[in-house]
């Protein structure tokens, strides 16, 4: 698991069936086992404790301790503070008695914070799943939630209202709130491993639904850091552009994204950089919208899956000269997954946006940004039709624009088709 294989792989490489695998993942709450491999170096060995020892006997300061052991003062401090021999009624450091204090605080597994702390245990899991009140301290008890399964946040459905501090916020609050009490202390990590690991008492395993991310497991790093977006490949990628499109001194190099509305309805829209003229993609919704219950990989019904935007930009673009269609630079969206048959289809290259850099598609958000004046944030895109998207287009392309030097975008676009009519028959000739 901690390479990165999925819980069903993991199984079949130790030999079990899928199922063990999964079931032994899930036991877990998706948590990985401490202590999987000896750490060699990282804690003080006996020989070195008894180093420690006649070094301290000698009248050594923990400093000079430290530098002949090559290990850290903090270390040695620390190790002559916790583990030295108190019966005589003074820290006199023995190196026998420092290693069986040490190994006894070492075994595990160890009793949870949260089982033995019955105070601790409460203030944490009121700050998780207390009830939601109003600020005159009646409590609201929000939507009715399905029943928890043991998975995940259910999808599209209500969630239970609570708290729902993170356990990082209960953990810092602590010290703010008990300021003077040690015992009321935790990690956060802690109280992650009390409500994803079985056994570990404390807090129910129901209660990862207060989570914010609303997950039954946590995913493995490794797993976690798997690109998401497949498709995007380095080939593609802006850094691959030609620099031509980069000084909008050349025509056809273009700008895309998706404006999204209420019950995941959407509209594409297309901007050329050179002359800003703008073009949207109609998506409606496909039959069986709000009919047929949604479909683990099928078809996206909402309109706006890879198919469906591929063939919209298609039949728009293709509405252009060749030389007006070069390059579509375009956010990291799933949405144009097929962009490869795109370029076969349209001739158009294709290229991705870094991660999260909406700056190296200053074009397009700042015409989004204008469009939300007509399809404002929460209503339902999928009720204009492609008249209505084309006279908001219209409305747009005939707006003077002060980077075009108070022309429109419309007059900019036809001094472009006029230029490649006369080069297209000067060739010709």
């Avoid at 390479?3 to 792989?9: K, V, W, Y």
């Avoid at 928890?148 to 599209?156: D, H, I, L, V, Y």
């Avoid at 490949?233 to 998706?258: C, F, K, Y």
């Avoid at 899956?305 to 956010?331: F, H, K, M, Y």
Wanted: a positive charge.
């Amino acid at each position: 698991m901690a390479r990165g294989l999925t819980s069903e792989d993991a199984g079949t490489a130790v030999g079990v069936s899928q199922a063990v695998g999964s079931r032994w993942f899930r036991q877990r709450g998706g948590m990985p086992l401490l202590m999987v491999a000896q750490v060699t170096g990282r804690y003080l060995s006996f020989a070195e404790r008894e180093e420690i020892a006649l070094l301290k006997g000698q009248g050594l300061g923990v400093r000079e301790i430290a530098r002949r052991l090559g290990r850290d003062p903090s270390t040695v401090s620390r190790e002559l503070r916790r583990n030295a021999a108190t019966r005589g009624g003074k820290l006199d450091y023995r190196a026998s008695v420092a290693q069986w204090k040490a190994e006894l605080l070492a075994r595990r597994p160890k009793v949870a914070k949260l089982v033995t702390n019955e105070r601790l245990r409460e203030y944490v899991q009121e700050r998780l799943s207390g009830q939601v009140r109003c600020p005159d301290g009646t409590p609201v008890p929000g939507p009715v939630a399905a029943p928890w399964k043991g998975r995940n946040k259910p999808r599209r459905q209500d969630r239970r209202w609570a708290n729902a501090w993170s356990p990082q916020q209960i953990s810092h609050r602590l010290r703010l709130d008990f300021p003077d009490d040690d015992g009321m202390r935790i990690s956060h990590e802690a109280i992650y491993q009390s409500l994803f690991i079985q056994g570990r008492g404390a807090l129910k395993r129901d209660l990862v639904a207060c989570l914010r991310t609303g997950r039954a497991l946590r995913v493995p790093r490794a797993r976690a850091r798997r690109r998401r977006d497949g498709m995007v490949t380095p080939e593609v990628m802006i850094s691959e552009r030609p620099a031509e499109a980069s000084d909008r001194a050349v025509p056809g190099h273009w700008e895309g994204d998706l404006i999204i509305g209420l019950d995941r309805s959407a509209i594409g829209t297309l901007v050329e950089r050179t002359t800003r003229f703008t073009m949207l993609l109609h998506l409606p919704r496909m039959d069986g919208w709000g009919v047929e219950p949604r479909v683990k990989n099928g078809p996206a019904l909402a309109g706006r899956g890879a198919e469906a935007v591929r063939d919209a930009i298609a039949a728009t673009i293709t509405t252009l000269p060749d030389r007006l269609r070069r390059t579509l630079t375009w956010d990291r969206g799933k949405e144009l997954a097929q962009h490869a048959q795109l370029r076969i289809d349209t001739g158009v290259r294709v290229y991705f946006a870094d991660p999260h850099s909406p700056w190296q598609r200053g074009t397009n958000e700042n015409t989004n940004g204008l469009l939300r004046q007509y399809f404002p944030k929460g209503t339902d895109l999928a009720r204009w039709g492609r008249y209505d998207l084309d006279a908001v287009a219209a409305t747009l392309n005939n707006r003077p624009r002060k980077t075009l030097g108070w022309r429109t975008p419309a007059e900019a676009m036809n001094e472009q088709l006029r230029s490649i009519q006369s080069s297209g028959v000067a060739t010709t000739g």
